[in-house]
């Protein structure tokens, strides 16, 4: 039950009557499948407020004993549900884990363990905007600056607080949570002492123009989004930028009204991004120009006319490929379908809109770090076969020339693609737990 800001909602009701197979095939009717413009249903501000009691126990039974379920009260205006193993003993270092998009705490589930049994204290939280942490506005109206990059950092400033830690061994971030434990790590290196960022470079902090006053010439910007998307849309057949469609008000009624349903839309979008799929054969690119990035797979550079429902749902396994995939099961993808199904996608997708491409106030907090680094010892995990590494063309050379002043690993791990910790959970512990290991040794080299 979720309870909305100007009158009581009964939101578990609503969203279970809509995500029913009879609901869901009116819907897709009356939606119609020529891409993601779908009818939209009345605006509503709403903050976000569940009740755990009346909902079933987080994961669906699917997460090993050792790791723990609970909510935090009070954390910069959230109540954070996270995972955490190791809990049990007292004074143990930290690790937080921040997750991507569309991923959940849930996503770690199998890293924890092996970093418990190492001796450390496992968090995992649901970030803003997602899963069971509760307090963020759910509506596309919502004040952006909550999901903006700083406020993010201090959402995980004060868990790591709230659960009695002055500073953590290492903050970890994949996708989506990278660009949040960069930021932690770059400003505030006292609480965040090591990182280690997966999947999404991290190109460092914007630059202030520099001895322009003495005729130095003024920094030509990289194009924009929303110029890329301009010439994608020049190209045969016509493509966008996926992060210009995450900021589109269609796309969360796009993907949690999918034809196919959540729990196809999840196989198939988790399929296409990972390493099962063989045609993901990433590589540098030259330029972002529409061309160069035109050979990234259509989850990233989508048909014009298309929304990503549209475009995973080609992609979906045969069913004996669903039945022996061993790293993410039927049951686990019915976790992700539950828990967006509940909450829908709005508030995850605010992040594309503040904390990405060219949003002048995010740009301008951001300029208060031009010229600082990430000086903390750092690594570098993804897939071999994530497109993630290249989509942003030089990001790779930027993160280890420039932006991280002391990165000591740098890892493409065969069979994984962009799930890289869910995909080769045994492969990044034994990185992550070395990298912990060796601050002890610091000219150690991974």
């Not at 491409?357 to 010892?377: H, N, Q, Y």
């Not at 790779?396 to 869910?422: E, I, P």
Request: hydrophobic fraction near 40%.
């Amino acid at each position: 039950m979720s309870e909305q800001s100007g009158g009581n909602f009964d939101i578990g009701k609503i969203t279970a009557d809509i995500q029913s197979p009879s609901r869901r095939s009116l819907l897709a009717t009356a939606m119609g499948f020529a891409g993601f413009a779908f009818a939209q249903r009345p605006v509503r501000a709403a903050i976000v407020r569940t009740d755990f009691a009346k909902l079933a126990p987080y994961g669906n039974s699917t997460i090993a004993p050792g790791i723990r379920s609970r909510a935090v009260s009070n954390v910069n205006g959230l109540t954070v549900h996270i995972l955490e193993a190791g809990y049990e003993t007292p004074g143990r270092p930290a690790v937080l884990l921040l997750h991507g998009f569309p991923e959940l705490a849930y996503s770690w589930r199998k890293v924890m363990l092996p970093l418990a049994a190492a001796g450390y204290h496992v968090i995992a939280p649901d970030q803003r905007g997602y899963g069971r942490t509760t307090g963020w506005d759910d509506s596309y109206e919502a004040d952006p600056d909550s999901f903006r990059i700083l406020n993010m950092v201090r959402d995980a400033m004060g868990l790591v607080y709230a659960l009695g830690h002055r500073s953590v061994a290492m903050v970890v971030g994949h996708d989506a949570g990278a660009p949040v434990a960069s930021w932690s790590a770059l400003i505030r290196p006292d609480i965040f002492r090591t990182l280690t960022i997966m999947s999404s470079p991290f190109e460092g902090a914007p630059s202030l123009p520099f001895d322009t006053a003495n005729g130095a010439a003024l920094p030509r910007p990289a194009p924009s989004d929303d110029e890329l998307d301009a010439e994608l849309a020049k190209l045969n057949p016509p493509r966008k930028y996926y992060q210009n469609y995450q900021r589109t008000r269609g796309a969360n009624d796009n993907m949690l009204y999918a034809p196919q349903g959540l729990h196809a839309f999840f196989r198939a979008y988790y399929f296409y991004k990972s390493a099962d799929y063989k045609g993901n054969k990433p590589h540098p690119l030259k330029a972002r120009t529409a061309a160069e990035m035109a050979q990234i797979p259509t989850y990233y550079v989508m048909e014009r006319d298309k929304g990503m429902a549209e475009t995973v749902a080609p992609m979906m396994p045969p069913a004996a490929e669903i039945a022996a995939c061993k790293w993410l099961t039927e049951p686990e993808v019915e976790v992700y379908a539950t828990e967006y199904g509940r909450t829908g996608f709005t508030g995850a997708l605010q992040g594309y809109r503040v904390r990405r491409g060219g949003d002048p106030k995010s740009i301008a907090e951001m300029l208060t770090f031009s010229g600082r680094t990430i000086d903390v010892p750092s690594m570098y995990i993804a897939g071999k076969s994530d497109w993630g590494v290249y989509q942003t063309p030089g990001a790779v050379d930027k993160m280890q020339n420039s932006a991280c002043t002391h990165m000591v690993g740098f890892h493409l791990l065969d069979g994984a693609g962009h799930w890289v910790q869910q995909e080769q959970p045994e492969q990044v512990s034994k990185l992550l737990i070395q990298f912990l290991q060796s601050q002890a040794s610091p000219n150690t080299k991974l």
